[in-house]
């Protein structure tokens, strides 16, 4: 494993100067209206968000379309899977069913399932990360499915694919962006966290790209000769990891639960790429 000199990874990293990092609106703003939906975005980038995070899965009839939980019941005013439903039947159902507090501001205002080819032929300059979450599609088909959607809407440029399960990431075409896998991203930092050592990437692409919670909790396991013991533990990005992924080239950095104005702060601060957002309009005034 190489070591790199704490001091000089510090010394390279006060070198940059503080900006702003790119605002981005999770899963639309979750915060501000319904998630994932057409409403949602318009509505950050009128509040200022410089990019979008949605989340995708794959329809009946294998389209991509817009949605996290894994049973429509979670957010709709349907039932069952999305993989049960074609595209045009999920755009029929009502995604803002369940959101806001008990007078549910966005029944029946046109806040439906959108499919990715709509979202992205109908913002054609905004930058997106795509997160998959498909539960049941296979990975490869998956892949196959946003290549072609990206490349019909020419937006291979503006768009990076992210997900929780390394699969997805792995099976991706050669031609789609995307983040190194969360595993990795996460054992490093662990290592510079609780070892303070910078071990070198795994992935050999350049420029790498890292998504992660600022503040993640984990357990951390240690080995002894007579058994193991289980400790909790909180993983956080500081100057020190931020220097240690930068070292290997160039990194883009995005803090994931980012909804306090000294996490904002603290983001700025480390000269985060970006910072992911519930509600863009909490945030637009700090952007200068």
């Known amino acids: 494993m190489t070591r790199v000199s704490l001091a000089t990874l510090l010394l390279a990293a006060s070198t940059l100067a503080c900006a702003s990092p790119q605002l981005i609106a999770h899963r639309g703003g979750t915060g501000d209206a319904p998630e994932n939906t057409l409403p949602a975005i318009e509505l950050a980038l009128k509040n200022r968000a410089d990019a979008v995070w949605v989340t995708v899965q794959l329809s009946k009839d294998g389209v991509p379309v817009l949605y996290r939980p894994s049973d429509l019941s979670a957010l709709t005013n349907s ?24 007078t549910h501001p966005w029944r029946g205002k046109g806040a439906t399932i959108p499919t990715l080819e709509a979202v ?5 300059q ?29 937006s291979l440029g503006r768009v990076r694919v992210y997900s929780t399960e390394d699969r997805y990431i792995s099976a991706l075409p050669a031609a789609v962006p995307r983040f190194v896998t969360r595993s990795e991203t996460r054992t490093r930092l662990a290592t510079v966290s609780l070892s303070h050592q910078c071990p070198p990437p795994v992935a050999d692409e350049q420029p790498r790209w890292y998504g992660l919670e600022l503040n993640r909790n984990v357990e951390v396991v240690e080995k002894f000769t007579l058994g193991e013991g289980v400790s909790a533990a909180t993983l956080t990005w500081d100057k020190e990891a931020m220097a240690c992924f930068r070292s290997h080239g160039e990194a883009h950095i995005l803090f994931f639960g980012v909804n306090t104005p000294q996490d904002y702060e603290k ?15 909490q945030f637009s005034a700090r952007k200068g």
């Open 79 to 102: 039932n069952g899977p999305v993989s049960r439903f074609t595209a045009a039947e999920l755009g029929a159902i009502d995604a803002g069913w369940k959101w806001g507090d008990t």
């Open 120 to 124: 992205l032929q109908r913002w054609p």
């Open 126 to 154: 905004t930058p997106f990360y795509l997160d998959i979450k498909s539960p049941d599609a296979a990975p490869e088909e998956m892949g196959r499915r946003l290549l072609a959607v990206l490349e019909k809407t020419r």
């Open 267 to 281: 983001a700025v601060e480390l000269n985060a790429d970006g910072v992911m957002v519930d509600a863009p309009s």
